[in-house]
């Protein structure tokens, strides 16, 4: 092997980036104070701070970043601290609108009001039953209610008695029956009956008609006047319950108007209530309906309904501003819904059944919305914008909207709304956001942006370790030794897929730090070590190894055609990672080519079949590209190829393949054979240098773990893009292969690196005459693409 070959090889100890525990400066956590804040996040912290105390209009906040790295539990943390110096919110209540019912009236109140104002109204309707309908009973409203009657009475009874007595004059009874005055001719003092009038003589008889007939006419001219005794007669039992009731009502509600001087709103509610209550008392209260009389508890309820308040939001005296999260940001569970009860078949409702949203807790406060559940639900978010901007806060239903609720709706007073919204989403919904709509900038003008990764630096690694002491603490699991702490660095930079940082996924950390824990606790140890965390690792990739397993035993019994020693033209053995739910592996898989003359191009397989995505087909047409630039000056490319990823089924994207399968093109058309113990993998552009590609470590990982189940030998490894060397953090077995020379890892910076280990062969400079030494790989592919070029010009 060259010299130049051998620089490319990446040694044992740059393979991983282990972390040294004596460099720590701790035997165990026990020894560090607990860790306040949030890790390595200073940028989102700075911006969450100015997204807080800036209280202008749009300045709501996107918090941006990948879940699992503590932007969750930061924002509610900071959120609730700030929340205590904020100014106390308001209680917000709805009553009756006893002049339109359909549209309850809004009451604003200090904090804690709520609550004391509900226990004053239940105090206030006790006492309604309690004084009504005694009131009525007292003997000075009987005394005068008895008067009023008796004036009506004797107005009516000196109008009949006028009447009477003229009849009597005549001869003529005037009796009262069932309400109605009849007159009756008189014989001997006696009325006559029917056979006995028709008896008279016709003269007789034609008299007492005219008589009946001028009485009739004066019993009405008499009683011409009763409509009005009436009228007045009721106006003054009317005067008199109003009187009544006021004096009744006044020690009612004198006392709360005292108490609530100070709240305009309330005050008008009560004196409206006091005039609603005037009808109120006499049609429920009264007793002068015994018959339809109704038990204390169904008339307690009547009046819960028409005058107790809806407390739609309720605060505790002196409590810090709301900070409210949710979970399902429906429609209804935003802004509020009114229900409605199903009675005699329809539904009905009243300002009583108004239910309060998360912005109607959170007024005064904070909300906290996922951006991607938020989204999700119709109608939410252009009414979301709409309250922001018109900063009121309505109770509409989106269904009465569209004509789908055919019954009464209510239309509450709006609530001022003062409340700032923090998104909490992905980067993909920041964008897409704010190149859609116009408005997600003018509302949400503030970005706290939550870094995925961290630098991995001393400091670093000592907040890391105190944020692990702090979690300890507060999961009660025993301290951390200092080599517990070294492999958990070490596996949070092998999450970053950088040995030059730290995860800032710290929810998984936590999660395998819990494992490991229990895994401590099953073995009884008294402190969580390395080999606690070892085995929690070697658990989980146990539990999700089984698809991984699988394609392996394939690969081992000769289903899935991969070889991993032997040489073959076209032939090469690429690398891939595959995602299964939370889990990711790598597994080879082999690319093949084949080249004849045509003008076809190269043909991507994967395309032609519509599973090749979108970057896959990019990276296999920047192939030509290279061959053009690199050979095709002085002669046209006209060649005809085909790629293809072997035994794949399913779709293929990602550009990593595109190394390997120029490399597998290059062997194919000079049929230079290729060492089939080698895997590749690695970008490249028109140039021919290498770019780096994600998932390195997965992907040598899973070549390595199929050689060493075949058995190791001298002439295995992998070429990775030099540029991913910063990426390695590969496992210690492989490490020990390396320095045992059992497998190589080559990381290369231009194709004909790549190219020489493969082939084995130089690739070949230009001399100072243009041309490419005799038996290069370079000198080879010239020849041949001017070889096929002649046979393409022949056959025209």
């Given amino acids: 092997m060259s010299t130049a070959v051998n620089k490319l090889k990446v040694a044992a100890n740059q393979l991983s980036a282990r972390q040294t525990p004596s460099e720590l400066g701790f035997k165990d956590t026990d020894e560090l104070e607990p860790f306040v804040g949030t890790l390595g996040q200073e940028r989102a912290v700075g911006a969450i701070q100015f997204g807080v105390a800036m209280q202008r209009s749009g300045y709501n906040i996107y918090v941006m970043g990948e879940s699992g790295t503590g932007r969750t539990s930061y924002v509610r943390h900071y959120l609730k601290s700030e929340a205590k110096r904020m100014e106390e919110p308001s209680d917000w209540a709805y009553v009756n609108n006893f002049d339109i019912a359909r549209s309850p009236s809004v009451l604003q109140l200090p904090a804690g009001t709520g609550q004391v104002l509900q226990a004053d109204f239940d105090k206030l309707i006790d006492g309604l039953l309690d004084t009504f309908p005694a009131a009525f009973e007292h003997p000075t409203y009987q005394q005068r209610k008895s008067i009023i009657e008796r004036n009506f009475n004797k107005s009516y009874d000196l109008a009949i008695d006028l009447v009477e007595q003229e009849a009597l004059r005549r001869n003529i009874a005037l009796f009262r029956e069932a309400g109605s005055l009849t007159f009756a001719p008189m014989s001997e003092g006696k009325a006559m009956d029917e056979t006995e009038f028709a008896r008279l003589p016709d003269e007789e008889r034609e008299r007492f008609n005219n008589d009946i007939t001028e009485l009739e006419t004066l019993l009405n001219d008499e009683l011409a006047e009763l409509p009005q005794w009436k009228r007045e007669s009721s106006e003054e039992l009317r005067k008199l319950n109003h009187d009544t009731i006021d004096k009744a009502l006044e020690p009612l509600i004198k006392p709360l108007k005292k108490k609530y001087s100070k709240h305009k709103d309330v005050l008008n509610y009560l004196a409206s209530m006091k005039q609603d209550l005037h009808k109120v008392v006499v049609e429920i209260l009264a007793e002068e309906r015994a018959i339809e009389s109704r038990d204390d508890g169904s008339k307690r309820a009547q009046l819960e309904e028409q005058y107790a308040p809806n407390i739609v939001v309720g605060h505790k005296k002196k409590a810090p501003a709301p900070v409210v999260f949710e979970s399902h940001p429906s429609y209804k569970n935003l802004f509020g819904r009114v229900e409605y009860a199903a009675e005699m078949g329809a539904l009905i409702t009243s300002y009583r059944q108004i239910c309060p949203g998360s912005l109607h807790k959170a007024n005064g406060g904070y909300l906290v919305i996922e951006a991607a559940k938020l989204l999700d639900e119709p109608f939410v978010w252009e009414a979301l914008k709409r309250a922001l901007k018109e900063e009121q806060l309505k109770i509409e239903s989106p269904a009465a909207e569209l004509g789908l609720v055919n019954t009464i709706t209510l239309t509450p007073d709006d609530i001022p709304l003062n409340v700032k919204v923090i998104l909490i989403g992905s980067r993909q919904i920041y964008y897409l956001l704010q190149e859609l709509d116009p408005d997600f900038h003018e509302m949400f003008r503030v970005l706290v942006d939550f870094d995925g990764y961290l630098e991995r630096t001393p400091d670093t690694i000592h907040a890391f370790?105190?944020?692990?002491?702090?979690?300890?603490?507060?999961?009660?699991?025993?301290?951390?030794?200092?080599?517990?702490?070294?492999?958990?660095?070490?596996?949070?930079?092998?999450?970053?897929?950088?040995?030059?940082?730290?995860?800032?996924?710290?929810?998984?950390?936590?999660?395998?730090?819990?494992?490991?824990?229990?895994?401590?606790?099953?073995?009884?140890?008294?402190?969580?070590?390395?080999?606690?965390?070892?085995?929690?690792?070697?658990?989980?990739?146990?539990?999700?190894?089984?698809?991984?397993?699988?394609?392996?035993?394939?690969?081992?019994?000769?289903?899935?055609?991969?070889?991993?020693?032997?040489?073959?033209?076209?032939?090469?053995?690429?690398?891939?990672?595959?995602?299964?739910?939370?889990?990711?592996?790598?597994?080879?898989?082999?690319?093949?080519?084949?080249?004849?003359?045509?003008?076809?191009?190269?043909?991507?397989?994967?395309?032609?079949?519509?599973?090749?995505?979108?970057?896959?087909?990019?990276?296999?047409?920047?192939?030509?590209?290279?061959?053009?630039?690199?050979?095709?000056?002085?002669?046209?490319?006209?060649?005809?190829?085909?790629?293809?990823?072997?035994?794949?089924?399913?779709?293929?994207?990602?550009?990593?393949?595109?190394?390997?399968?120029?490399?597998?093109?290059?062997?194919?058309?000079?049929?230079?054979?290729?060492?089939?113990?080698?895997?590749?993998?690695?970008?490249?552009?028109?140039?021919?240098?290498?770019?780096?590609?994600?998932?390195?470590?997965?992907?040598?990982?899973?070549?390595?773990?199929?050689?060493?189940?075949?058995?190791?030998?001298?002439?295995?490894?992998?070429?990775?893009?030099?540029?991913?060397?910063?990426?390695?953090?590969?496992?210690?077995?492989?490490?020990?292969?390396v320095r045992a020379k059992q497998f190589t890892v080559y990381a290369v910076s231009e194709v004909e690196e790549a190219l020489e280990i493969l082939c084995g062969i130089k690739p070949g400079k230009l001399n100072s005459r243009g041309k490419y030494?005799?038996?290069?790989?370079?000198?080879?592919?010239?020849?041949?693409?001017?070889?096929?070029?002649?046979?393409?010009?022949?056959?025209?």
């Fill in 773 to 796: 030494p005799k038996g290069t790989i370079n000198y080879r592919v010239l020849e041949r693409l001017k070889e096929i070029a002649e046979l393409a010009k022949d056959s025209h």
């Fill in 465 to 737: 370790a105190r944020l692990l002491k702090t979690r300890a603490d507060d999961e009660a699991y025993p301290a951390l030794t200092s080599q517990a702490v070294a492999r958990m660095v070490e596996h949070s930079s092998r999450l970053a897929e950088h040995r030059g940082h730290l995860s800032a996924h710290i929810g998984n950390l936590f999660d395998l730090l819990a494992e490991a824990d229990f895994i401590r606790s099953m073995a009884k140890g008294r402190k969580i070590t390395h080999h606690h965390i070892n085995k929690a690792l070697e658990a989980k990739a146990e539990r999700t190894s089984r698809v991984s397993k699988e394609i392996q035993k394939e690969m081992l019994e000769g289903s899935i055609l991969i070889d991993t020693e032997g040489t073959a033209i076209g032939k090469i053995n690429g690398l891939t990672v595959l995602a299964v739910g939370d889990t990711s592996f790598g597994s080879p898989a082999r690319i093949t080519a084949a080249v004849y003359p045509g003008s076809q191009g190269i043909v991507d397989i994967e395309r032609e079949v519509q599973l090749g995505q979108a970057i896959h087909s990019k990276g296999v047409m920047i192939l030509t590209g290279y061959l053009g630039a690199r050979y095709a000056q002085h002669f046209p490319l006209a060649i005809s190829a085909s790629l293809a990823m072997e035994q794949s089924y399913g779709y293929i994207d990602g550009d990593s393949a595109s190394l390997a399968e120029l490399c597998c093109l290059i062997s194919a058309l000079t049929e230079i054979p290729i060492n089939q113990g080698l895997a590749i993998t690695g970008s490249i552009n028109q140039h021919g240098q290498v770019q780096a590609i994600g998932g390195v470590n997965e992907k040598i990982e899973g070549f390595f773990d199929l050689c060493q189940a075949r058995g190791l030998s001298e002439s295995q490894g992998v070429i990775i893009p030099a540029s991913n060397v910063r990426n390695l953090m590969l496992k210690p077995e492989i490490q020990d292969a």
